[in-house]
């Protein structure tokens, strides 16, 4: 799906103020609904993004080129999928899995993803006795070259604090139980230091190639909430 201006802001404005916009009631109800058909109205928050865009550019303070710029790094720069390359790479190659355990900056820089915060990565392994969990306790700092904007579920104050304290409960609300002789390890991410998760390699994928266990990971096995799951039988590898 292509994403433009607008779908970019307009979804970046939803998630921060989602907690802080309350829902709106449904003004019409179904039997009107013929009436407005054809009246499509903007959003709250898409108002309110064309509006400041529109000021912002106006007073000079946005330059519409650098804008898109911005758009596309996180549309096709940044993002899940370059996460998912390191942990594929690391499946098929374990020269390269040693590396990302012991200096995942150095490791990561090969394919070019490098943090211009001057944050240190490090890189935590999923085992069949050792389950990682990241969070950030504090606000939400998050691995963006390798992950991207992080979900609105991760800076909730929910995930946030019950992490901590109930990660199994945590766990199980994402769909996730796991064994009780698994040890659930929580991991507090900071400006200065931010985790990835290095899910478990599903069994039956030894036939696949980098590229199609790259497609296989999701954003939320490297924050640790779910497993990596193998194709069922029949779909497309």
């Not at 109205?41 to 330059?63: C, F, N, Q, Y």
Request: charged share 20%; net charge negative.
């Amino acid at each position: 799906m292509t994403t433009n201006r607008r779908d970019f802001l307009t979804a970046a404005v939803t998630a921060a103020g989602a907690a802080l916009t309350p829902e709106l009631p449904h003004a019409h109800d179904h039997e009107h609904q013929h009436d407005h058909e054809h009246q499509v109205v903007p959003s709250d928050p898409t108002l309110r993004v064309k509006a400041l865009e529109s000021l912002l550019v106006e007073k000079g303070l946005v330059d519409r080129a650098a804008l898109d710029a911005l758009i596309d790094t996180y549309e096709h720069k940044v993002g899940p999928r370059n996460g998912a390359r390191v942990v594929a790479r690391a499946w098929v190659d374990p020269a390269y899995k040693t590396r990302l355990l012991a200096d995942a900056n150095d490791a990561m820089s090969d394919f070019g993803f490098l943090s211009k915060q001057g944050d240190r990565m490090v890189v935590l392994e999923n085992t069949p006795t050792v389950h990682n969990l990241i969070v950030c306790t504090l606000c939400s700092c998050y691995p963006w070259p390798v992950l991207g904007l992080p979900p609105v579920w991760y800076k909730s104050a929910p995930y946030r604090s019950r992490s901590v304290i109930d990660p199994r409960g945590v766990l199980h609300e994402f769909g996730l139980d796991l064994p009780a002789d698994v040890e659930v390890r929580v991991w507090d991410s900071t400006a200065e230091l931010r985790y990835l998760v290095l899910p478990e390699r599903p069994a039956g994928t030894e036939h696949l190639s980098e590229e199609q266990l790259a497609a296989l990971v999701t954003r939320n096995s490297m924050v640790g909430v779910a497993k990596v799951s193998a194709p069922q039988p029949g779909s497309p590898s």
